[in-house]
């Protein structure tokens, strides 16, 4: 079967890259045939962040060329193109990352609600998140819209606890909890091998906060280790700094850390899948859903602290082992049983 897969696959993040990828990998690994349908979210960059992304940007397309190998023959850039020509497929598939939240999507929002193609084609979602707590409305597509677009969907499968509660109560369909594609595979060898440790504490930081870089410099002052910032531009005093780095060496970096502090989601996954002792430092708490339901379900709630818990508290939950063997435990549970929903959902 073919399968369309729409979501952020042409964003310059990494945890949104690694989705895309993981999903892919997951579709045909199934014995499906995929492909990317290539919506793409306005870019429109001025000459100075030409000039500070550039790099960057070539680094992305670079592993977007080597492993994004089918995207759809037409590029998209409106919901309007997706309805006068949408893709030919046997099955539409959204997700994961947050391509239900109205703040990230904006006009593109319908599609991403897979409001175009042939009333034929099966739709399905595999770990779609919200990314809030609650749901505010969107200014592109009413809730009454959104309830007859999931009508339409064979599975809707997504990724946080509270995007199950949201499409139930909200948009009166049911849904079924999935662990995000990343987590479908223990390991990526294909990209990294096999890590070596670093020796280094890695803070990967999405949210600006000073807060955050002082605390993890004392944790990693406390560990007798150096620190390094990976991901962001920003470049903190006392740190070393890996900017910008290949989407490969990002996740190296993650894979070998001594430790992670990340207020991340995907940082917190790769911190899981490859054993890594890590805090998550929450910033900003209307943004740290999909992060808490995932902790909440590998038992390790503990591992999160906000800028109200004192250094001390921070040192202290990352010099605190952690059961890997319980987590695998867990994860394998979740692994086994995410991969039975989203192949019914494509069966």
Known sequence: MKVSILTYHWEDNYGATMQA??????????????????????????????????????????????????LTPTSYWSVKELRNNPP??????????????????KDLLPAFFLDFGDENV????????????????????????????LSRFKKVLLREDSAVEISRTTFGRDAEQVIDPVLL??????????????????????????????????????????????GSVRRPKGYRYAYPERVEDWVNRLASASMVMTDSFHGTVFSILYHRPFVVYVGD????????????????????????????????VASTPIDWKNVDEKLSALREDSFIKLKDALD
């Open 185 to 230: 595979f223990p390991s990526y060898p294909e990209l990294i091998g096999e890590p070596a440790l670093s020796g280094e504490v890695i803070a990967y930081k999405l949210i600006d906060d000073p807060g955050f870089y002082e605390v993890a410099k004392e944790i990693a002052d406390s560990m007798n280790m150096p620190i390094r910032s990976i």
């Open 21 to 70: 990828y993981a999903t892919y990998k997951a579709v045909e690994s199934l014995g499906h045939e995929a492909e990317f349908i290539d919506l793409r979210l306005p870019y429109s960059p001025s000459p100075a962040q030409r000039i500070v992304f550039g790099l960057k940007r070539r680094r992305f397309n670079a592993f977007r060329k080597r492993f994004f190998k089918k």
């Open 122 to 149: 099966r739709r399905v979602t595999y770990a779609t998140s919200i990314g809030q707590n609650s749901w505010e409305g969107s200014s592109s597509i009413t809730d009454e819209e959104i309830c007859k677009s």
């Open 285 to 316: 708490p209307s943004r740290t859903t999909r992060i808490e339901s995932l902790l909440h379900q590998l038992g390790l709630s503990d591992r999160l602290l906000t800028s109200r818990n004192t250094t001390e508290e921070f040192k202290a």
């Open 88 to 105: 030919k497929a046997d099955c539409y598939l959204v997700g994961s990352d947050q391509t239900w939240n109205p703040n990230i999507a």
